[in-house]
């Protein structure tokens, strides 16, 4: 069972604090709403955590070793999985070229193995296909494996950047918005997606999502951001009950 | 969720069986092509050989990783001194030589990648530029062991005691693109290639990914240096006298133009890209007074009308047989 904490991190950006002293737990196996008005730090608080964005003060650990000095590639490296809001996949490669990038990492061939192609290059390339296989069967995505990126619909490239995330031997997994976009089946599949991931990986997933009913359907704990500050975290139904967090929803609709 | 598949079609390249027998019949034809051609001819097909080998490492840098270099001539005169001056005044044997050197160029080449690690595109162009100036510029000045402005003679190479003649060094050449094609083939279809290609896409999603794009950059301005390399010293004894003003800024421009002519991001455009930056100017000779002209405007057609680069010609061309 492992463990990622957040621990009393702060962002300023010249003066702009985007984050003051939040802290709050995530397991695995546990899947959690970071939510909150626009400008509240949700993105801010997952750049921080995936190593792009230093905390100013207080620090990010995996099972007690500090993750927020760490370069993002290492970041990546020790499990944590970034799925971003827009997908950034080489859209003149196919699907599964895509997501043969991400098996950067399991593949340990050096250089001068791969300009010789030696023996173990492909060994480690059919290793790495036949997972790339597994994930393609996993977001049902097998049919359109060898399309370009360019010739795929939105939802799909979704998709294939979370494949990407599921190919890297994850125990978290970071999401930024990703419902939007999507339509209703879409969503629908994408939610069974990671109920599906949750129990069979094991993974702990932290969602930033604005739609509330999907996220509260989703997430079993909720926190909240407003202006940088935590003002809730718990349960979605007592969350969205909390009268701290209505005002600061009913404040951005004001 | 069904995928409209009209609008969607699979990726395709060079089927194998066209790729084969296109890979077949160039080499084929160049295999032949000293007991055809005369000696000028072999010069200019030699030379062809040279810079396809140094656009072959800069499209792995700039077509695959996605930077700008404006001083592979630069690092191509590093690669011709460094032979020269191993062989000549040193005594290594040739063929070592031109691996040292270009082992040595490949070192210089990550020295110059520090810079593209904070900068990109134009602004990285430029810093290039000034590094291609700088290396020249200590080939000039380093007199003792360049001869500075007095350029450097060289005698024949030999290897193993015997005397390379123009066919030997044309087919030494020719082993060597063909050793490059295959080692930049494996390297953009592996693990590096792709790392390189989500680097140019996005940084920040190749952090994501566990790829750290410093060290990719590094990585393809190392390999790329070592082609040029690579193709300096097989230069340096093609000409047979090298001298620091053939190394200059223009030179990496044409560079860059062969491995955009050929098509960015493409192995078999490298070699086509070269070809066509060389031989055309030789055909158009015989055109009076505007052989120059003819070319540049060649250079403009082509970038119009084939924005993917003659590569993508001849991948249509291709998959229709």
């Known amino acids: ?61 995996l099972d007690g070793v500090v993750l927020s000095t760490l370069p993002p590639a290492t970041v990546a490296g020790r499990g944590i999985g970034r799925v971003f809001q827009h997908p950034e996949l080489v859209v003149e490669l196919s699907v599964r070229e895509n997501l043969m990038i991400a098996c950067h990492r399991s593949l340990g061939y050096g250089l001068i193995s791969e300009l010789l192609k030696l023996p173990n290059v492909w060994a480690a390339e059919r290793a790495a296909a036949r997972r790339v296989d597994e994930v393609l069967d996993r977001l049902g995505l097998s049919e359109s494996a060898d399309l370009t990126i360019r010739n795929l619909p939105y939802g799909h490239r979704k998709l294939v950047d979370l ?22 089946s ?45 003002i809730a975290n718990g349960p979605p139904a007592k969350v969205l009950r909390d009268p701290k967090v209505m005002a600061s929803y009913l404040g951005e609709d004001a | 969720m069904t995928v409209a598949t009209d609008i969607a079609r699979p990726r395709r390249s060079l089927s194998f069986g066209a790729g084969a027998l296109l890979l ?21 097909l030699t030379l062809t050989g040279v810079f396809a080998l140094v656009a072959l490492g800069l499209n792995l840098l700039t077509g695959y990783a996605g930077q700008i270099s404006l001083c592979h001539a630069a690092f191509f005169g590093v690669g ?33 990648a520090v810079p593209a690690m904070r900068l990109r595109s134009l602004y990285l162009a430029i810093a290039t530029l000034g590094f291609g100036v700088v290396l020249q510029k200590i080939i ?26 123009a066919s030997g060094l044309y087919f030494l050449t020719l082993a060597f693109v063909m050793l490059g094609l295959w080692g930049a083939w494996n390297v953009s279809r592996g693990r590096t290639g792709r790392a390189l290609l989500i680097v140019k896409e996005s940084e920040i999603a190749a952090g994501a990914l566990g790829i750290p794009a410093a060290r990719f950059k590094v990585i393809a301005f190392a390999i790329s240096a070592f082609y040029a390399a690579v193709g300096g010293g097989l230069f340096a004894y093609l000409v047979r006298y090298i001298h620091p003003e053939n190394f200059s800024v223009g030179l990496s421009i044409a560079f860059l133009s062969m491995v955009v002519i050929g098509g960015l991001g493409t192995i078999g455009g490298s070699i086509v890209g070269a070809a066509f930056y060389v031989i055309i100017p030789e055909l158009l000779r015989g055109i009076k007074d505007a052989p ?13 009308l084939m924005p993917q680069g003659l590569w993508g010609l001849v991948r249509r061309l291709g998959r229709r047989t």
């Not at chain 1, 978290?172 to 419902?179: A, G, H, K, S, V």
Request: glycine share 14%; net charge neutral; hydrophobic share 50%.
């Open chain 1, 186 to 230: 879409e969503v629908a599949k994408l939610r069974d997606l990671l109920l599906r991931v949750r129990r069979e990986l094991g993974l702990g997933i932290l969602v930033v999502e604005h739609n509330m009913p999907f996220v509260s359907g989703l997430c079993d704990r909720l926190v909240v951001l407003d202006l940088g500050h935590l």
């Open chain 1, 163 to 184: 494949g990407r995330a599921l190919l890297m031997d994850i125990r978290f997994l970071l999401l930024d918005e990703p419902i939007a976009g999507l339509n209703e």
């Open chain 2, 140 to 165: 000039f000045e380093w007199r003792s062991l360049t001869n500075g402005g007095g350029g450097l003679a060289l005698s024949p190479p030999a290897i193993a005691g015997y005397e390379l003649g």
């Open chain 2, 80 to 112: 011709a001194y460094a032979t020269a001056i191993l062989t000549q005044k040193a005594g290594v044997p040739y063929l070592l030589s031109i691996l040292a050197g270009a082992l040595f160029t490949a070192a210089v080449g990550a020295i110059v």
């Open chain 2, 24 to 44: 077949g019949l160039c080499f084929a034809a160049a295999c032949a092509a000293p007991f055809v051609l005369n000696g000028y001819g072999l010069y200019v």
């Open chain 2, 292 to 304: 120059g002209l003819v070319f540049g405007l060649l250079l403009v057609i082509v970038m119009v």
């Open chain 1, 1 to 61: 069972m492992a463990r990622l904490a957040v621990e009393n991190v702060s962002v300023s950006f010249g003066g702009i604090h985007a984050l003051r002293d939040v802290s709050f737990d995530l397991e695995s196996g546990a899947i959690v709403g970071l939510i909150g008005p626009n400008g509240a730090g949700k993105s801010t608080l997952l750049n921080c955590i995936s190593g792009i964005t230093r905390p100013t003060g207080g620090r990010v650990r």
